[in-house]
């Protein structure tokens, strides 16, 4: 029978414009959430993390957002830059557990 | 600081071979993570170690994988009898003590032929 692949979700910007990705979290008892940038072929590199007693949270370009209500989570990258693009994975931990759980995980592709 | 260390960067194993997977942790980090990704998809946890000491390992296989962290040397992931399905990409992570905050290695590649 036919194969099916997986597909990464894309999001292909122009540069300079302001990148937006979302993550979905499968636990309501997570309580600290991680996004990271992995390029082709390397490890995954921390971009900024948000405790759950946090809605926002800003870094150099980047904002993450948190709402518990509705388990989202939300990497706001600002002026994006060619050299953004990447895959961007979102990760949560739950309390007393020292393990990551990781989205399937959103390719950013900027043009120049 | 050099980061996380991983080594061999690509490893080919014939089916029925060993893997041996090494990680040395950032300096003064304690604790190790073992981590593997099919392609085009997310990081899936596999064991927890401190040194000496296995913490979590619910992520493991129960047959041909084990890893240890001994008290001097490199975190060990251990796959024996590999097959064509433990074909993905390896990657360690460690953090100090009491802290989050993992960095991660770049990861082994193994095929497995």
């Known amino acids: 029978g036919e194969s099916v692949g997986l597909h990464l979700p894309t999001l292909s910007v122009q540069e300079g414009d302001n990148s937006i990705i979302n993550c979905a979290y499968s636990n309501s008892a997570s309580d600290y959430f991680i996004w990271y940038k992995q390029e082709s072929g390397k490890g995954p590199q921390f971009i900024i993390d948000i405790r759950s007693n946090m809605d926002k949270r800003q870094g150099q370009r980047v904002t993450v957002l948190l709402n518990k209500t509705v388990k989202h989570l939300s990497l706001q990258i600002a002026a994006t830059q060619p050299g953004d693009s990447a895959v961007y994975f979102c990760a949560e931990k739950q309390g007393g557990s020292e393990k990551l759980v990781f989205g399937k995980g959103t390719k950013l592709t900027v043009n120049p | 600081n050099a980061g996380v260390m991983q080594n061999p960067r690509h490893l080919v194993r014939r089916r029925g071979q060993e893997a041996r997977l090494r990680c040395s942790p950032m300096?003064?980090?304690?604790?190790v993570y073992w981590y593997r990704q099919l392609p085009e998809e997310g990081l899936k946890f596999m064991v927890y170690l401190q040194k000496e000491n296995i913490i979590d390992e619910s992520g493991m296989p129960k047959e041909r994988f084990s890893a240890e962290f001994p008290k001097e040397g490199p975190s060990i992931l251990r796959i024996q009898q590999v097959v064509r399905g433990d074909s993905a990409a390896y990657f360690c992570?460690?953090?100090?003590?009491?802290?989050?905050?993992?960095?991660f290695g770049s990861g082994t590649r193994l095929t497995v032929v």
């Open positions: 992570a460690s953090s100090p003590a009491g802290r989050e905050g993992y960095t």
């Open positions: 300096k003064g980090h304690s604790h």
